[in-house]
């Protein structure tokens, strides 16, 4: 990552009070696929995975299998992040979420769904943010997986940074 995107996370992260979504899974409705990461977070992820039991990754892998239809009524599917547990609607990887799924409720066009997070990024700053993360390569995490695995995989290789 750019060294202007480590200073953009830096001042944005300053400003986000994190400690009120922990574990609220108000927003998970938002947790559709398709959800873009940079390489380093997918390193993350794949990181985290590995620091696993092997009985968290088999929950894990059982998330990763479920049926990712959210059915919202008169015949309208969502499709759900991989990561996304059906069963208890929250995020199976939430230390370690891409930087869009971190900002859910701190953008004022994103806001939290029942106000739990009051004091929304400076949008000033939070564009700029934006506008550096759009700068450096994104895929979906479907892509990442299909792409490379573990960060042992000489292709994936990059230093994480995260909010």
Same mark, same amino acid.
């Given at each position: 990552?750019?060294?202007?995107? =480590? ?22 409705? %938002?947790?559709?696929? =398709?959800v ?6 997918w390193?993350? *992820? ?16 059982? *998330? *990763? ?5 959210? =059915?919202?009524?008169? =015949? ?5 992040? /991989? ?9 199976? *990887? ?10 859910? @409720? ?8 029942? @106000? ?10 939070? %564009?700029?943010?934006? /506008? ?6 994104? %895929? ?19 230093r994480a940074?995260?909010l």
């Amino acid at each position: 990552m750019s060294d202007r995107l =480590d200073h953009l996370l830096e001042t944005n992260r300053k400003q986000m009070n994190f400690n009120a979504c922990n574990g609220c899974t108000s927003c998970s409705l %938002r947790c559709a696929d =398709d959800v873009p990461a940079t390489l380093s977070e997918w390193i993350a *992820i794949q990181t985290h995975i590995s620091s696993l039991t092997g009985t968290e990754k088999a929950t894990l892998s059982s *998330i *990763i299998a479920q049926n990712k239809q959210m =059915d919202l009524g008169d =015949d309208v599917y969502v499709g759900m992040c /991989r990561f996304f547990d059906m069963n208890s609607h929250s995020c199976s *990887i939430y230390n370690v979420r891409p930087l869009m799924c971190r900002l859910m @409720g701190y953008l004022e066009w994103m806001p939290c769904p029942i @106000g739990k997070v009051v004091d929304t990024l400076d949008t000033t700053s939070a %564009r700029a943010l934006l /506008r550096e993360y759009s700068s450096v390569e994104r %895929r979906t995490l479907a892509e990442w997986a299909d792409s490379c695995d573990l960060p042992s995989d000489g292709g994936c290789q990059e230093r994480a940074v995260y909010l």
